[in-house]
C-alpha cells in the first residue's frame, strides 16, 4: 500500500488550455476502457473528435468549441481507465475543477452524465466563440503581485480606459490572470509592471472569459444549463466563483450559468479542500498544470496523476 492510500482525497480536473495534439493516443492504447469513452465521445458530438486530438491540426483542436468537448472527453477516459484497473471506485472526498475543468468534476460527482457533460461544454465552447467575435476581450497572466493590488489596479485601469477589466484566475499566490476590453488589460498591464509584476504575458485569446463581458454569453449558456438534467452530486463539488462545496443541484445550475462571467477562486478552492482534511489531490486529464498550481498553494499537497494509480497509464493522459 502507497503512504496515500486511506487518505481523504480530491479528484481534480484541468480547464482549457491543457490540450495538445496527440491527447489521449497513449492512454487509449492503454486501456480499452479509456478507448471506448474517446469512442462514445465522437458517437455524442457527431464528428471524429478522435481523429482531431490524435493528427490535429493544431488551429482547430485549439479552437475552444474543440478544446474544450476534447479536454473532458480526456479527463473522463482517464477516470474511467483508473477506475476499471482498481476494479472499483475511487470514492473521492470531494471534486474540482478549473473552469471547464468543473464540468469534468460533475461528470465525476455523477450530477451530469458523461453525454451531457459533452453537449454543454460543446455548447459553451460555441456560445464563448461567438461571445468573442461579437464582443472581442483580451486576458493576461500577471506573476508577482498579490490579489489584493491587482484588484485595484484594474480598478484604476477600468476608471481610466472608461471600460473593465478584472481578476478573472486567482490561481495560486502570485499567479492571476486578468480579464477584459483590450484597452482596459493594456493599461492594467502597465500599471502591473509599474507596481513591480515579475511578469505579464498576454494570453492568445480574444475572448475575455470570467469578466462582465461575458454576461450576455453566460445568460445564453444558463438557458442551456436550465433544459439539462442534473442531478445531485454524490460527493461535494467545490465550486469556481464561491470555492465552497456544492451538494444540490441548485447550487450547481445557478454556479454554471453565472460561471462563464464570473472570476475562477482556484486558490480559495484547493484552500477550502485542505480545510476539510484533504491532503491529496489527483489530477485526471491532458497534462498535468493543476499539480504545479496545488503545490503552490501548499507545499505538503501530495499531488497525484494518472501513472501513480496504475503504471501503465501515461501520466497527464497522453
Same mark, same amino acid.
Not at 479528484?11 to 493516443?25: C, I, K, S, T
Not at 476494479?87 to 475543477?97: E, H, K, Q, R, W
Given at each position: 500500500m502507497t503512504d496515500?492510500? $486511506?487518505?481523504?482525497? #480530491?479528484?481534480?480536473? !484541468?480547464?482549457?488550455?491543457?490540450?495538445?495534439?496527440?491527447? $489521449?493516443?497513449?492512454? #487509449?492504447?492503454?486501456? !480499452?476502457?479509456?478507448a471506448a469513452t474517446l469512442h462514445e465521445a465522437n458517437e455524442v458530438l457527431g464528428f471524429d473528435l478522435i481523429n482531431l486530438m490524435t493528427n490535429g491540426p493544431v488551429a482547430e483542436l485549439e479552437d475552444t468549441f474543440n478544446a474544450q468537448p476534447a479536454i473532458l472527453a480526456v479527463s473522463v477516459a482517464v477516470?474511467?481507465?483508473?477506475?476499471?484497473?482498481?476494479?472499483?471506485?475511487?470514492?473521492?472526498?470531494?471534486?474540482?475543477?478549473?473552469?471547464l475543468g468543473e464540468f469534468s468534476a460533475l461528470v465525476a460527482a455523477d450530477s451530469l452524465t458523461y453525454a451531457d457533460g459533452l453537449r454543454l461544454v460543446r455548447s459553451r465552447g460555441e456560445i464563448m466563440k461567438a461571445a468573442g467575435e461579437t464582443n472581442p476581450g483580451a486576458m493576461a497572466a500577471v506573476l508577482g503581485l498579490d490579489d489584493e493590488i491587482l484588484t485595484s489596479i484594474c480598478a484604476e485601469a477600468s476608471r481610466q480606459s472608461g471600460s473593465t477589466v478584472v481578476v478573472a484566475n486567482r490561481n495560486c499566490p502570485g499567479q492571476t490572470v486578468l480579464s477584459g476590453t483590450v484597452q482596459a488589460l493594456e493599461l492594467a498591464s502597465e500599471l502591473a509592471k509599474e507596481q513591480g509584476a515579475r511578469r505579464v504575458a498576454r494570453l492568445n485569446v480574444s475572448i475575455a472569459s470570467h469578466s462582465p463581458l461575458m454576461a450576455d454569453a453566460a445568460r445564453a449558456f444558463g438557458e442551456i444549463v436550465a433544459r439539462t438534467p442534473i442531478a445531485p452530486p454524490r460527493v461535494p463539488v467545490v465550486a469556481n466563483g464561491s470555492a465552497a462545496p456544492m451538494t444540490t443541484t441548485a447550487e450547481i445550475v445557478a454556479e454554471l450559468s453565472a460561471q462563464m462571467a464570473a472570476p475562477v477562486d482556484w486558490t480559495g478552492s484547493v484552500q477550502t479542500m485542505l480545510d476539510h482534511g484533504i491532503p491529496t489531490f489527483a489530477e485526471f486529464g491532458p497534462g498535468n498544470v493543476l499539480a504545479g498550481l496545488i503545490k503552490r498553494i501548499d507545499r505538503e499537497a501530495v499531488v497525484l496523476t494518472a501513472v501513480d494509480f496504475d503504471t501503465k497509464l501515461p501520466a497527464g493522459g497522453k
Open positions: 496515500w492510500q $486511506g487518505q481523504p482525497i #480530491a479528484l481534480v480536473f !484541468p480547464g482549457q488550455g491543457a490540450q495538445f495534439v496527440g491527447m $489521449g493516443v497513449e492512454l #487509449a492504447a492503454a486501456s !480499452p476502457v479509456a477516470l474511467r481507465a483508473i477506475e476499471d484497473a482498481w476494479g472499483t471506485d475511487l470514492s473521492p472526498s470531494m471534486v474540482a475543477g478549473h473552469s
